[in-house]
């Protein structure tokens, strides 16, 4: 499809860059009024004072992006949707209007040369070129006027620098009078032809000719201004009023989409439900991952506020400002804790409500910016005492990178350690100066700055290494003992003991399959050992299988495992006490050993569940045992008391094709008819057995289930997109498609993207691991994935052999 | 009858689904009436209605995910013949191949894993003289599977180690010791080393049938007008792989799975010429898969109460369906096409029970012509024996002959596992001539798998239907289209048959039907009844789907003729 993105800013190429790497596929279009591309507007002063060029700044974008200059959309045509410019109409599938803002400024200054106001390139441009020798007079005092007032510091231009203020602050109404004074103070030590004004404004101007020849302040005259206004900003939404629902900014929900479904808007255009507007380049680029998700119809919990993290830096003093969601400037619980220091020119302004922190803003701070950002997520209780006490650790050093967390000290390291030469040079280890670019100087200056030699650095990262694999052994050796600790039931005890062992031949077979989990769950082979320990105490885990509304699909599956083989699966690693497949006895017997293990083994026991759990008709849709229990109520019984519950196959996971529209029982997952968080989830149709032993495994050698993704599923096992591990990924790239069922690309093995295939929605190892002992997968078959792992959606919406239409990506 | 004792077996296992059994006993321990009761209902054809017709397939496979590709089989099958189209011979072969690839799979796992335990006393396995069981085994048979003694000892060591060592897992709580066993300790001990190398064989054949099917369960190498997988096809070494990997199996199946039932036979031949298990004696089949020049693997047919002089042909129409017993609001019986089965739910007791005397199951109750009928691998057998049929009558023929075996003795619960074991020996040898059949294809540059059509210039109304014989007997879907969109889908599988509940006029299904007359030696360990109710391996996801079909034009399906497909 098309996407059309209105606006040339950072947001504009960080999505366009965002699209070709998520999916390729689809055209990409950047309309911007701007005569150049997407740019990095952080950089302005660097145009103003000409350390850099327009293309200096550019910000980089894919090849196949097309970026349409000097074109200001006038109106949309939401029925046709089409973009229309004075010379152009321009189709779309899907727009994203991501216009930013204009700046306000406080009189029409139209026809007039010297009033600008500093938002693109043409204004520094202008700047630059019109200030020589006027007396240069900024309007407002915000973080932007205060960089821009330190650059032009810098700069041989302006006769005299006036920042002048209506109210009685600077940089934010929240400073106290100290902080004001102590930056009053070192911006005109910096340099006499500075001088901040408060408390004034513009009262009279003459005009002349078209330029402002004089203007008159409460307190003075100035003759022979230059005016730049940084008074603000208002979303810029003009084109977009017509066409969708605005209010201050363009109405967004968490998704970013606007009242028009094919209409998104992000960043400093778009109003959140609850009127927060984005300002800050990192808060836009979350916006811009969250609209992409919804664009490709993947799942995303929506852009949430967050603690931000702010930094300034300018002539001889660091700014930094972390603001927690909570803050409400004008609050009156508020109350401000401010540690001063005259000799460091340090000022530690803190802004508590009800004892939370709520807000910092540091001068020449030490602290530690990204603990105080972790204390207000956690909403905890401050003790002031905290603040006074650690205001001089700074171990790590100064935070370079608030985007990324990096402390100088451990970019040191990090340069010393990689023996990085240039900025370059860093991107494998650190994305520290790349996110907002605000911090791009100082860190390629520390790269300057710091002496690399490659022996040392080969030695610390041995070092480091051996370190970190000592750590991870030793907690792996505490887990096992832990667990035999926690877990003396499952102990071998001494009379049995020589019996056990033989059961458990080391033999070739086994240690091939020891290698083979150690390998498929990413452990280096060090871990064989504990594997190897593991596996001894897999024996001894009772283990319950119920199944609920399913098939028998995963079980059918599982007696298919092949490393380990069945039969050594079932005799020697597992205790598989209750499978209705497979075990022994029925009704009366099979019962019995349900109890007994529920009573003897509880808290021990692992429980799998297959199938879906239908709750229409009070559960009645399924029952099982001699009581007529419902599938609900087993679950429910069996479920409290076991150790842990994991839930294999599709059904399991979200109801899966049980719960397809129309979803006629009432069918859900297990999680929700539990109501738990805490449910491993295994889905596939059917889960690939080998995904079932490595998590069982994983829980034995670290008493912990593997670290699972949002959706509880083992990210050693889900955190693949089949699509990016498929055999056929080449033929995707080179545009070889299977056109026609059994036509010679499909004889070929080319991809079958075309043909529906839905690898790219898929997070599943199957292309890595296969099925029936490596023989073949759906792909490798010439039918496609249609990623029966993703649960129910996948019934409604993959299964079939054509491409996801468009409309079906929002 | 004051004195009759009920005993309720909830769950049944080692099947596939929710099955429960309850059976009243007289004062003998002898089993006067039988409840078969299926107890959960998913509504696979609901979610069917309204998608696109040739999406049926992947979501139909998801009825069973035991006899997995036979239901995306026949409901990609049931779309083509709605549209008229013919797929081209090699997607025919290959559908086949991994179709009775999955007989044999799903008749190994069924006996050895499901079902052996009903008959082998693994704890007395334990107690075998090693060497006498290699020697017993040449009994069996003139090459035995893997009975060395050095491999029996290890086998049964391994069993030994495996309950000194404390859980008993899957085998806890089992019928051991009980009265009913009949089996040697060497005898159980050769049964364990099967159901050991069993779990192999069934792993190894599923490799096969994901030569040709990506994976297995739940296939996925099917679209309306052929198969997907013609590199596969098209590719000799994987040819060659499931070639020789059938060769095994067929391998296991002659010195293993052939000669274990001929010793089973023999042990239990009591129980047989009691008739333990024998249902009415009507068996229905609807034939099919064709091979070479014109041969047929299965014959259809009808026969009635064990009449083997006259076979009557297999009519569709005489099938009617009424759910006077089952848990759906029309009692009358129907033509499955005009029923209308909107879930009528009428709950059990209080005490948890079946109400015996009103609705009490999820499975509807088909009958054909009005009589209740049993269909799976003995109906085939005795169909084929009966017709002559070249392909089947020479093998039940010599396993008649080696285990001194009569037809009617088939009509058991122990006879219904010897007609299974034949039909997978069958399946093996005549895999060979449908894989040549595929090769002279190919030889002679047919690589057509796939028979082209334009969605959109197909009829936007249109009906069809898909009958197989399938592992455990007779399966037909049905679709009607309507405005280019699945309006109604309709399955009626094996199990529906078999585990049918009574009907309005009390007539017991063939599970029921089974039951009575059998003498319980322990009816607080009900393994007789397991015995008869496994050997008709039931399926109950399959069963348990069929709701709401407000076709009431569907008597006009065009049926395909069986003997056809």
């Given at each position: ?810 | ?240 792989d499931f070639m020789f990997i059938i060769k095994d199996v067929r391998d296991f199946v002659e010195r293993a799975y052939i000669p274990d039932l001929k010793m089973i036979v023999s042990a239990y031949r009591e129980s047989i010429k009691a008739g333990e298990g024998r249902a009415s004696g009507n068996f229905m089949c609807c034939g099919g898969y064709r091979f070479g ?273």
């Open positions: 499809m098309r996407i059309v993105i209105v606006g040339g800013g950072i947001v504009a190429a960080y999505m366009a860059n965002a699209l070709s790497e998520q999916a390729p596929e689809h055209d990409v279009v950047i309309v911007t009024k701007e005569p150049y591309p997407p740019y990095d507007r952080i950089h302005l002063c660097a145009l103003v004072n000409q350390t850099a060029t327009i293309e200096q700044i550019a910000l980089p974008l894919p090849p196949k992006t097309r970026v349409e200059l000097n074109s200001e959309v006038t109106h949309i045509d939401t029925e046709a949707k089409r973009v229309y410019t004075a010379s152009a109409m321009i189709s779309y599938d899907v727009l994203i209007i991501a216009t930013g803002s204009k700046p306000r400024t406080l009189f029409d200054t139209r026809g007039i040369s010297n009033a600008v106001t500093f938002r693109s390139a043409a204004d520094s441009d202008c700047i630059a070129k019109c200030m020589e020798g006027k007396n240069v007079v900024m309007m407002g005092v915000g973080p932007i006027g205060l960089e821009l007032l330190d650059t032009l510091a810098t700069m041989n231009g302006p006769a005299k620098i006036y920042l002048i203020s209506r109210g009685s602050h600077l940089y934010d109404k929240a400073m106290t009078p100290e902080a004001v004074a102590l930056m009053k103070r070192i911006y005109e030590a910096s340099d006499p032809r500075v001088e901040i004004i408060l408390e004034d404004e513009i009262v009279e101007r003459k005009v002349e000719n078209g330029e402002i020849t004089r203007i008159v302040l409460k307190s003075r005259t100035i003759d022979n201004p230059f005016l730049i206004f940084g008074v603000g900003i208002a979303p810029s939404v003009d084109c977009a009023k017509s066409s969708v629902a605005c209010d201050r900014g363009i109405l967004v929900d968490a998704h970013m989409r606007t009242s028009d479904p094919y209409i998104y808007a992000v960043g400093e255009a778009a109003q959140m439900p609850d009127g927060y507007i984005a300002g800050r380049v990192k808060e836009c680029t979350l916006q811009a991952d969250a609209a992409i998700a919804s664009i490709l119809g993947r799942e995303h919990e929506g852009f949430r506020e967050f603690v931000t993290i702010d930094g300034l830096k300018v002539g001889s003093f660091l700014l930094s400002d972390v603001t927690s969601t909570a803050y409400e400037p004008g609050n009156a619980d508020n109350e401000e804790i401010v540690i001063s220091s005259r000799s460091e020119n340090r000022i530690d302004q803190y802004i508590l409500n009800n004892e939370h922190l709520v807000r910092f803003i540091g001068i020449n701070s030490n602290i530690d910016a990204l603990a105080l950002k972790r204390m207000m997520e956690s909403a905890q209780k401050v003790d002031p005492g905290y603040f006074y006490a650690n205001r001089l650790i700074s171990e790590r050093g100064k935070l370079i990178c608030s985007c990324t967390g990096s402390y100088e000290h451990d970019l040191i390291d990090l340069i010393r350690e990689n023996c990085v030469e240039d900025f370059a040079g860093l991107k494998p280890y650190s994305e520290a100066g790349r996110v907002c670019g605000r911090c791009k100087k100082d860190v390629m200056q520390l790269i300057a700055d710091t002496p690399v030699d490659p022996a040392e650095a080969a030695h610390m990262r041995a070092e480091r290494e051996a370190k970190a694999k000592e750590a991870e052994l030793a907690k792996v050796r505490e887990r096992i003992e832990k667990y035999n600790r926690l877990h003396p039931a499952n102990q071998l005890s001494p009379e049995n003991f020589e019996e056990a062992l033989e059961s458990f031949e080391m033999s070739r077979e086994y240690n091939r399959w020891v290698s083979m989990v150690t390998a498929s769950m990413h452990l280096h082979p060090d871990y064989e050992e504990s594997v190897k320990e593991a596996v001894t105490q897999l024996n001894k885990i009772p283990i319950i299988w119920l199944e609920l509304a399913d098939c028998t699909g995963n079980s059918e599956g599982f007696i298919k495992s092949s490393h380990p083989k069945v039969d050594d699966l079932i005799l020697k690693y597992i205790s598989l006490d209750y499978h209705e497949l497979l075990m022994a006895g029925s009704g009366d017997q099979s019962e019995a050993v349900l109890e007994s293990v529920i009573n003897n083994d509880s808290g021990n026991y692992i429980l799998i569940v297959e199938g879906a759990v239908p709750l229409g008709l009070d559960g009645k849709f399924l029952r099982i045992g001699p009581k007529g229990e419902t599938g609900l109520e087993l679950l429910r019984r069996v479920a409290a008391k076991a150790a842990a519950v994991m839930a294999v196959g599709s059904c399991a996971f979200d109801g899966g094709v049980v719960a397809a529209e129309p979803n006629p029982t009432g069918a859900v997952g297990v999680s929700e008819a539990l109501g738990r968080k805490d449910i491993i989830n295994l889905p596939g149709c059917p889960v690939n057995p080998i995904n079932i032993v490595g998590t069982l495994l994983h829980y034995i050698m670290f008493d912990e289930f593997p670290k699972l993704d949002a959706k509880n599923r083992p990210e050693w096992a889900y955190g693949f997109r089949v699509h990016d591990n498929c055999e056929r990924r080449g033929h995707y790239e080179l545009g070889e498609f299977v056109k026609e069922w059994g036509d010679e690309g499909a004889k070929k093995g080319w991809c079958l993207f075309e043909m529906g295939c839905k690898g790219p929605y898929a997070d599943l190892n199957c292309s890595l691991v296969k099925f029936n002992d490596g023989t073949s997968w759906p792909v490798q078959a010439g039918h496609g994935c249609f990623a029966c792992g993703q649960g129910k959606i996948a019934f409604d919406l993959y299964a079939n052999h054509r491409k996801l239409p468009e409309k079906e990506h929002e | 009858m004051n004195n009759l004792k009920k005993i309720v077996i909830d769950p049944i296992t080692r099947i596939e689904g929710h099955l429960r059994i309850e059976v009243e006993i007289d004062e003998n321990n002898v089993v006067r009436e039988a409840w078969a009761s299926g107890q959960l209902f998913r509504g696979i054809e609901t979610i069917l209605k309204g998608r696109d017709p040739r999406d049926a397939g992947l979501i139909a496979q998801r009825i069973c995910g035991v006899c997995t590709n036979v239901h995306y089989r026949a409901s990609i099958s049931a779309v083509e013949d709605a549209y008229g189209i013919t797929i081209p011979s090699n997607a025919e072969i290959v559908r086949n191949l991994v179709t009775l690839s999955l007989f044999v799979q799903d008749h190994i796992v069924h006996y050895y894993h499901l079902h052996s335990l009903d008959f082998v006393d693994i704890t007395a396995a334990l107690k075998a003289d090693c060497k006498m069981a290699s020697v017993e085994s040449e009994q069996w048979s003139e090459h035995p599977y893997r009975n060395s003694l050095d491999h029996l000892e290890s086998v049964q060591e391994k069993l030994s180690n495996f309950v000194k060592a404390g859980r008993l897992g899957l085998f806890a709580n089992g019928y051991w010791g009980h009265a009913a066993y009949r089996l040697t300790p060497e005898q159980n001990l050769i049964h364990m080393n099967h159901y050991l190398e069993a779990l192999r064989v069934q792993r190894e054949i599923s490799a096969a049938i994901a030569i040709f099917a990506g994976k297995t369960p739940h296939p996925q190498n099917l679209v309306v007008g052929g198969v997907t997988s013609v590199a596969d096809i098209l590719n000799p070494q994987r040819l060659n020049k014109d041969s047929l693997l299965f014959e259809s047919g009808v026969i009635h109460g064990h009449n083997f002089d006259e076979v009557a042909s297999f009519d569709p129409s005489k099938i009617t369906e009424e759910a006077s017993r089952s848990w759906y609001e029309n009692d009358a019986p129907l033509s499955p096409y005009e029923g209308d089965t909107t879930p009528f739910y009428t709950d059990l007791n209080p005490d948890g029970t079946l109400k015996s005397e009103g609705k009490y199951s999820w499975v509807k109750a088909p009958r054909y012509d009005g009589d209740v009928m049993e269909v799976g691998p003995l109906a085939r057998m005795i169909v084929g024996y009966v017709k002559q049929s070249p392909t089947i009558r020479p093998y039940v023929e010599r396993f008649m002959d080696s285990a001194k075996m009569e037809l009617i003795d088939f009509s058991t619960s122990v006879g219904r596992n010897a007609a299974r074991a034949v039909e997978a020996q069958i399946c093996c040898d005549y895999l060979f001539d449908m894989m040549s059949d595929l090769i002279e294809n190919i030889k002679y540059y047919d690589e057509e798998t796939w028979t082209k059509y334009v969605f959109e210039s197909l009829p936007k109304e249109a009906r069809g239907a898909g009958i197989f014989e399938v592992p455990r007997g007779v399966l037909s879907h049905f679709v009607r289209i309507e405005d280019a969109r699945i309006a109604n889908y309709q399955a009626v599988v094996p199990t529906t048959w078999n585990a049918s509940p009574k009907d309005a006029r009390n007539v017991r299904g063939a599970y029921e039907e089974a039951l009575i007359g059998i003498t319980l030696a322990d009816p607080s360990a009900p393994l007789e009844v397991l015995r008869a109710i496994h050997s008709f391996d039931p399926c109950l996801a399959c069963a348990v789907h069929v709701i709401d079909t407000k076709g009431r034009e569907l008597s006009h399906y065009k049926i395909m003729n069986s003997c056809s497909l």
